[in-house]
């Protein structure tokens, strides 16, 4: 049976079981295992407090390790501000605007590739900390919530981004994976595993996986500067950060915290932060499943197929996203596999499904001219008794006036 380190808080009024980690997982997480789960605690809870044994009054020795069966109490020293673990969910992932924004072409020029695996920025992809589709006032409610100095940035601000390789942002979608900004209120930068000849207080961000899938595909604890030119092979003498482009702090907390949650999270905590993020919304905290409504799985499916039919029809109304959100765009609409493979080539190429239609419909049309054309040389040669033109052997077309292709198609 596999070893389980459990992680609980108290907020004065009762203890609550946080998270359940896998003990041969946190011991990859940080050389101080101890400051790694207050600094969890933290970012989930979004307040400080002090680390306890369950059946022990003193607090706990943050420089000591963890056993498997080990059970620690953080003591939340005010009323817990829980982060929103949804903040990485929508309703469709790889946005198809991205690779042609701005803020994306701003990204490859600033890191030249991913910063954690040094792909080609060709291929990678620009990958937001919050979903998009939560939109801008979700972004700025969280920003002010977490008293973040920045609360007018936009979901596509570039602090709200990564540039990513394809797999690496595929594993993140699933919280298979999630980045480590150091130094935090609680973690130096040498206090991860493999970087222990850091200077204590050198930003950097570290690549940390939960799975182990995940671990075995990607390069777990690669760490970043996050500095220009971060994401090539072969870094640049000359190296800049600048503090419009690297990913915003309090962002990074809550995404780590909610990938923590999905992963570990107990199920009475997700309850009752599904509850503190009704504030975040106009109708109320969403379930997983539903839609902005509160419908059902099954109402939202055939709203998303009522929608994809709209837009095949040339009509395309605002999905129930957009509805809600004011500030959502025509692209912010409920999207599926479907359409996911509808855009691939805009993806791949640049070119959207509206241009190869109207290729397609081009191309339909000077078949159509062509095949009139051929069967108006053909019926000149037959009825002048021309059989080499009948058969089209090569000679340019006679004229074909309106009078013969109207009797063609009689």
């Known amino acids: 049976m596999k070893a389980i380190v459990q992680l609980s ?23 101080r295992p101890r400051k790694w789960l207050c600094y969890a605690t933290y970012a989930i809870c979004g307040i400080t407090g002090a680390l306890f044994f369950h059946d022990n009054d003193k607090p706990a020795d943050l420089d000591g390790g963890v056993d498997g069966e080990d ?11 829980f982060v929103d673990w949804d903040a990485r969910v929508g309703t469709y992932d790889w946005v198809p605007t991205t690779r042609k924004s701005p803020t994306y072409s701003e990204l490859q020029k600033y890191y030249g590739g991913c910063p954690f695996t040094k792909m080609d920025s060709e291929v990678c992809a620009g990958c937001h900390l919050i979903h998009r589709a939560k939109g801008s006032n979700y972004l700025r409610d969280i920003l002010s919530d977490h008293h973040d100095p920045i609360q ?14 394809p797999q690496l942002h595929s594993y993140f979608n699933d919280n298979s994976v999630a980045f480590l900004r150091t130094p935090n209120e609680f973690l130096k930068s040498n206090e991860i595993p493999g970087r222990e000849s850091e200077e204590p207080d050198k930003y950097i961000v570290t690549l940390q996986a939960f799975t182990e899938r995940a671990r075995t595909a990607l390069p777990h604890n690669a760490s970043s500067g996050m500095t220009e030119g971060s994401g090539l092979s072969h870094l640049p003498s000359d190296r800049h950060i600048r503090p419009d482009i690297v990913p915003n702090n ?27 993020a009704g504030k975040y919304y106009a109708g109320g905290a969403i379930k997983r499943g539903e839609n902005l409504k509160g419908g059902t799985t099954k109402e939202q499916h055939n709203e998303e ?4 039919t ?66 108006g040389w053909w019926w000149k040669g037959v009825s002048e008794g021309r059989p080499e033109d009948a058969v089209g052997c090569g000679k340019e077309a006679p004229d074909f006036d309106a009078e013969d292709e109207k009797s063609v198609r009689l």
């Open 9 to 31: 808080f108290d907020d004065g009024l009762q203890k609550k079981l946080l998270l359940r980690i896998p003990h041969d997982i946190l011991i990859t997480l940080s050389a």
């Open 310 to 375: 709209a837009r095949q029809n040339g009509d395309a109304p605002a999905s129930s996203s957009a509805t809600h959100n004011s500030n959502l765009t025509k692209w912010e609409q409920a999207w599926d596999v479907w359409d996911t493979l509808l855009w691939m080539p805009y993806m791949l190429t640049g070119i959207s499904p509206e241009e190869i239609k109207a290729e397609h419909e081009e191309s339909m049309k000077k078949r159509e001219q062509e095949e009139v054309e051929r069967i």
């Open 250 to 276: 309090t962002l990074l907390d809550i995404t780590y915290a909610a990938a923590l949650i999905v992963r570990w999270g107990s199920r009475d905590l997700r309850k009752s932060m599904d509850e503190s």
């Open 305 to 308: 197929r009522n929608g994809r």
């Open 152 to 165: 007018d940035m936009g979901i596509d601000d570039p602090r709200n981004m990564l540039l990513l390789a």
């Open 71 to 81: 059970h620690f109490v953080y003591r939340l020293s005010g009323d817990p501000a």
